[in-house]
């Protein structure tokens, strides 16, 4: 059976990547190419507040390389930082909330001059229905979880029309969320597919790229007494459309990204602390303008 799980998970994961690479693109190291991923979450049926940090570093070619910008030649170094607080509601039967308040810290840095925008971020809300649950069972060795879920994101982040995209706080509009979660686990073993779908509107002169992400994680489950932790190996795959601006495509946006990932979740009655650490297998950012140099998360909840 745990086979047969497997081989599903792999076929729907590859399904999305066949799907989403029909368009490729993503922001010129923007704050909107930043994905979030709820991941593995255990204990459906508790609710959780929590923090956690993220870290995006990038690598960007000079424009001048190309007849655009200052004329300087030197490569840029980009750094995001996103720390959020976001928790989980379980209101009734089947229907989980999830709410997500970050605060955003983009930092430019190129021939030792650097740039810093900060400040609250884009609030986004969340609603998921559970369509298989036997996670939570304890009679069952081999438990499933699937749900499905939409949102919306509001403009709670500054966009400043005359900055630079990569450097915004927020995208200053109002976007879609659609996402899928998928584990498997047999005893032990486990497999989760989290997918995410991001639809994203116009403000007055500006568009980014609609964008999927999706990721496929291997996990090992152990749990002694009150303690439990999973350790776990996988794979991110992220893809957009190109950005609009005043309805005209713009060229050096756009691109995808496959990363390997790895963390580890712990588990002590009812507080939970997870890290994790993304390096890149493969990218075409902006034409390949950008390149990743690392990516990591840090995380802490409280059950209740």
């Not at 902006?286 to 840090?298: A, D, H, P």
Request: charged share 20%; with cysteine.
């Amino acid at each position: 059976m745990f086979k047969k799980s497997i081989k599903l998970a792999l076929a729907s994961f590859f399904a999305v990547l066949v799907i989403v690479n029909k368009s490729i693109a993503c922001d010129l190291c923007g704050s909107a190419v930043t994905s979030s991923y709820l991941g593995i979450l255990p204990q459906f049926k508790q609710h959780f507040i929590g923090v956690r940090h993220q870290l995006n570093s990038f690598e960007s070619k000079p424009l001048a390389s190309l007849g655009l910008g200052s004329g300087r030649n030197a490569l840029s170094t980009d750094l995001l930082q996103r720390t959020e607080v976001w928790g989980r509601f379980y209101p009734i039967n089947r229907v989980q909330l999830f709410a997500f308040i970050p605060y955003q810290i983009n930092t430019k840095t190129e021939e030792g001059i650097s740039e810093t925008t900060h400040g609250l971020s884009d609030i986004s809300i969340l609603a998921n229905y559970l369509l298989i649950n036997t996670g939570d069972t304890s009679r069952l060795s081999w438990k499933n979880t699937l749900s499905v879920g939409a949102g919306i994101k509001a403009p709670t982040g500054k966009f400043d029309k005359d900055g630079a995209p990569a450097l915004q706080i927020g995208t200053g509009t109002w976007d879609y969320l659609f996402t899928t979660i998928y584990t498997s686990r047999y005893k032990k073993w486990g497999v989760n597919i989290d997918a995410n779908y991001r639809l994203n509107g116009a403000n007055e002169n500006y568009q980014f790229g609609n964008r999927i992400s999706t990721s496929l994680r291997f996990f090992y489950w152990q749990k002694k007494r009150i303690t439990s932790y999973i350790p776990n190996l996988g794979i991110l795959a992220e893809h957009a459309e190109k950005d609009l601006k005043n309805n005209v495509i713009q060229k050096y946006t756009g691109g995808n990204g496959f990363y390997a990932n790895m963390g580890l979740d712990l588990y002590y009655k009812k507080v939970s602390i997870g890290a994790s650490f993304s390096l890149p297998i493969s990218e075409g950012l902006n034409e390949k303008m950008v390149n990743t140099k690392y990516r990591t998360s840090l995380q802490a909840i409280y059950l209740f």
